[in-house]
């Protein structure tokens, strides 16, 4: 496999790998000691589901308390999940790589992070185990993903860079939202998690960007065509999605909300909107590295992405 990212950068997040890793269990990264209690909020302002429903103003502290750690408890077990499908990806890549490429030491570094990360999502569910949630990898949609991820990674490693970026692009709002939030009714452990994983996400981003950005350029038409197709086509979906984080009702929460307002709040556009608006910069970054045709795809009127009417094909 042709590595498409110059050494250069690689050497660069090579060292930053090995020298600014945030390791979740060094104490000075992550405090795990901090009690689960229903002093906390679980979910930074606006973020939940229940966020600005009439189910949330119906609630008491403790009940939006309880609500948002089984939210984040099941965010966080589904986001393991995604890490564990984009190693798949990464490794069947790093079969068909030359080991004298420092790439191949940076794709061995993202993996140990990714499972850095999946060690520490396990542990904040493994301290909630309270909490009953729903997993992807039980689902048929969850073990296909995983297992087309080994089959486009070495065929088409564009393709799989580009749905890498989305991945994270949408993990980087839930971070984002959790490190902005200053409340000190956030959980502070859940805090300290988020921005130990953006702070390695960021390196993933670089080389994923880079390697597109290279790798467009040197495509046939033909696959530059179905390149540009499938980024369009799952940026259209995504920012369509009538249901966004992967939480389904558990009968944990029919004391606090009937499975008819949990589906109402879940699909509710208030929600889905904003992730919508957020795929918006991700776009321009996939214009500015070819993987999208410009004048394919715009924002609409809420924000979220449309198709242009007689957008012009690449
Ligand atoms: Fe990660
Ligand atoms: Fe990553």
């Given at each position: 496999?042709?590595?498409?990212?110059?050494?250069?950068?690689?050497?660069?997040?090579?060292i930053?790998?090995?020298?600014?890793?945030?390791?979740p269990?060094?104490?000075?990264v992550?405090?795990?000691s901090?009690?689960?209690?229903?002093?906390?909020?679980?979910?930074?302002?606006?973020?939940s589901?229940?966020h600005?429903?009439?189910v949330w103003?119906?609630?008491?502290?403790?009940?939006r308390?309880h609500?948002?750690?089984?939210?984040?408890t099941q965010?966080?077990?589904?986001?393991?999940?995604?890490?564990h499908i984009?190693?798949?990806g990464?490794?069947?890549?790093?079969w068909?790589?030359?080991?004298?490429e420092?790439?191949?030491r940076?794709?061995?570094?993202?993996v140990?992070?990714e499972?850095?990360?999946?060690?520490?999502?396990?542990?904040w569910?493994r301290r909630?185990?309270?909490?009953r949630?729903?997993?992807?990898?039980r689902?048929?949609?969850?073990t296909?993903?995983?297992?087309?991820?080994?089959?486009?990674?070495?065929?088409?490693p564009e393709l799989?860079w580009?749905?890498?970026l989305?991945f994270?692009?949408?993990?980087?709002?839930v971070?984002?939202?959790?490190?902005?939030?200053r409340?000190d009714?956030?959980?502070p452990?859940?805090?300290?998690?988020?921005?130990?994983h953006?702070?390695?996400?960021?390196?993933?981003?670089?080389?994923?960007?880079?390697w597109?950005?290279?790798?467009?350029?040197?495509?046939?038409?033909a696959?530059?065509w179905l390149?540009?197709?499938?980024t369009?086509r799952?940026l259209?979906?995504?920012?369509?999605?009538p249901?966004?984080?992967?939480?389904?009702?558990?009968?944990q929460l029919a004391?606090?909300?009937?499975k008819?307002?949990f589906?109402?709040?879940?699909?509710d556009?208030r929600y889905?909107?904003h992730v919508?608006?957020h795929?918006?910069?991700?776009?321009?970054?996939?214009?500015?590295?070819?993987?999208?045709?410009?004048q394919?795809?715009?924002?609409?009127?809420?924000g979220?992405?449309?198709?242009?009417?007689?957008?012009?094909?690449?």
């Amino acid at each position: 496999m042709d590595v498409r990212v110059d050494d250069r950068l690689t050497d660069r997040l090579n060292i930053a790998s090995a020298r600014k890793r945030r390791y979740p269990f060094d104490d000075d990264v992550i405090d795990w000691s901090v009690p689960m209690s229903s002093d906390y909020v679980y979910m930074p302002e606006g973020s939940s589901f229940l966020h600005g429903t009439a189910v949330w103003e119906r609630l008491s502290d403790t009940e939006r308390s309880h609500v948002t750690r089984w939210e984040v408890t099941q965010i966080l077990r589904n986001a393991g999940h995604g890490e564990h499908i984009l190693n798949q990806g990464i490794l069947a890549m790093l079969w068909h790589t030359d080991p004298y490429e420092p790439a191949w030491r940076f794709m061995l570094h993202e993996v140990a992070e990714e499972c850095q990360h999946m060690a520490m999502f396990n542990e904040w569910v493994r301290r909630n185990d309270d909490m009953r949630t729903w997993s992807i990898a039980r689902g048929r949609r969850g073990t296909g993903a995983a297992l087309l991820a080994q089959l486009v990674a070495p065929r088409m490693p564009e393709l799989f860079w580009v749905y890498v970026l989305l991945f994270e692009a949408v993990g980087d709002l839930v971070n984002d939202a959790f490190v902005r939030d200053r409340s000190d009714r956030l959980h502070p452990t859940l805090r300290q998690l988020m921005r130990a994983h953006r702070i390695e996400e960021a390196r993933h981003i670089a080389f994923a960007v880079r390697w597109i950005e290279n790798g467009v350029p040197k495509l046939s038409p033909a696959r530059r065509w179905l390149l540009q197709r499938a980024t369009e086509r799952t940026l259209l979906w995504l920012s369509r999605l009538p249901r966004l984080m992967p939480v389904a009702y558990s009968e944990q929460l029919a004391p606090y909300l009937s499975k008819e307002e949990f589906e109402a709040a879940v699909t509710d556009p208030r929600y889905t909107e904003h992730v919508g608006r957020h795929l918006q910069p991700v776009a321009e970054v996939l214009i500015e590295c070819g993987a999208l045709h410009p004048q394919r795809i715009a924002p609409g009127p809420d924000g979220r992405l449309i198709r242009l009417a007689g957008g012009v094909d690449a």
